[in-house]
């Protein structure tokens, strides 16, 4: 079933859920995208970019080929 929601969305819900940090291909799959890898990569990266400028204490990286949601370095010191 094709899902309404837009593509970060969808990405950014299956990144909150996982139990572990996720790649490119895992998430493309996850969301029904396999054939638009490259899609699902520039979703990721703006996803990545929104968290960012929000600055609302965490971040999305992509850190050795995986995607996870990471502490913000400006928030490191509220969880220190």
């Given amino acids: 079933q094709e899902s309404a929601?837009?593509?970060a969305a969808q990405l950014?819900?299956?990144l909150c859920v996982a139990t572990k940090p996720l790649t490119t291909e895992k998430l493309a799959e996850l969301v029904k995208q396999q054939k638009n890898?490259?899609?699902v990569e520039q979703?990721?990266?703006q996803l990545s970019e929104s968290f960012s400028e929000a600055k609302n204490g965490f971040t999305l990286q992509q850190i050795a080929g995986?995607?996870?949601f990471r502490t913000a370095p400006d928030a490191r010191s509220?969880?220190?």
């Fill in 12 to 14: 950014g819900a299956a």
């Fill in 5 to 7: 929601l837009p593509l």
């Fill in 66 to 68: 995986v995607w996870e």
């Fill in 37 to 39: 890898i490259e899609e």
């Fill in 43 to 45: 979703a990721l990266v």
């Fill in 78 to 80: 509220v969880i220190n």
